[in-house]
């Protein structure tokens, strides 16, 4: 072979050696930083979850996140309670789910029910207010009730003050401070005792 032919090959392969040294090196380094990369990225990448667990009052059907609202609309932070439930230093309490059957003892401040079908109790309550239809609720000591839904039943120890706005109701205690009646053939049992105040503009009432 003429010896320009072979120094033209020789220059030709150290110059293909040189090229692919090069691209090895430029790998590893590409490598190198793509590690560190890596393990940045999944050091500093956030943790998600796929979903929490129930706290204790959602898997009672209780819900923590509800406000408590009357009639006239009032406002007030309440926990939504739906079975069984214990007040804690006078907090306020709200039942909006139908025939729901709700046993809260402890010291409640505002208990309010929105729904109808209720049946259930409350030990102690600052004030009872019933916005549904058909509610049945027991009790010791109430502050104060109003019935503004109609057809229920109230049974407390007693009750301070009562007001029934609907029709059809049933109240029963062991002697209120006052009572206010607007609805129509409503019954109170054990009406103000003492000659405490009693306001009657509705037709058909019976107090006791």
């Known amino acids: 072979m003429p010896a320009i032919t072979r120094s033209r090959r020789s220059r030709s392969i150290r110059a293909r050696a040189a090229t692919v040294g090069t691209a ?3 790998m590893t380094a590409l490598e190198a930083c793509g590690s560190d990369d890596d393990s940045t990225d999944a050091a500093s990448a956030p943790s998600f979850t796929s979903g929490s667990a129930a706290s204790p009052e959602a898997a009672a059907g209780n819900d923590t996140d509800d406000e408590a609202v009357d009639a006239a609309g009032n406002v007030g932070d309440g926990r939504d309670v739906a079975s069984i439930g214990t ?3 006078g907090e306020n309490i709200i039942v909006n789910m139908d025939d729901a059957q709700p046993i809260i003892t402890g010291d409640c401040g505002t208990v309010i029910v929105n729904v109808n079908g209720v049946g259930g109790a409350v030990d102690n309550a600052a004030e009872i207010i019933i916005n549904g239809e058909s509610v049945t609720l027991t009790g010791k000591d109430w502050g104060a009730l109003t019935v503004n839904g109609d057809d229920a039943s109230m049974t ?3 009750i301070g003050t009562a007001t029934v706005n609907g029709d059809e109701s049933r109240v029963q205690n062991f002697g209120l401070d006052s009572l206010a009646i ?4 409503n019954t109170v049992v054990g009406g103000p005792a003492g000659g405490a ?3 009657d503009t509705g037709t058909g009432n019976t107090v006791f």
Do not use: E, M
Not at 182 to 185: E, L, P, R
């Open 182 to 185: 607007t609805g129509d053939n």
């Open 87 to 89: 007040c804690v230093g």
């Open 156 to 158: 407390a120890t007693t």
């Open 197 to 199: 105040p009693v306001s």
């Open 24 to 26: 090895a090196l430029v």
